[in-house]
């Protein structure tokens, strides 16, 4: 077995699920606050049954409230006017972070997030 990717215990359905960890997250550029609660959702969902489900699950929980703590950071200095560009390159960062886990996920790759804080463990 390859240690860092573990393919060779993975079953499709628990990469599609982990990858499901990820992607779930979109839903909170349509739906406010859903980019934490559809991945919490999923996590709680399937975490006693896939240990990689549970792994991924925590993990993009631990990314999304380092953004959401970005994010009430950039609004609050949205009042001197830098907040806005932050707002929006931490949206992109955000949305290329999740396409990429998202994509390693399905591969069965235990993906970490850079500069994420490690809340859940």
Known sequence: MNQQTGTDTLSKEERTWGMFCHLSV????????????????VWLVKREEMPFVDDQGKESLNFQITMFIGFIISFIL?????????MILLAIFDLIMVIIASMKANEGVRYRYPYSLRLIK
Do not use: M
């Open 26 to 41: 979109l839903i909170g550029y349509i739906i406010p606050g859903a980019s934490l609660l559809a991945p919490l959702v």
């Open 78 to 86: 949205a009042f001197v006017f830098i907040g806005f560009l932050l």
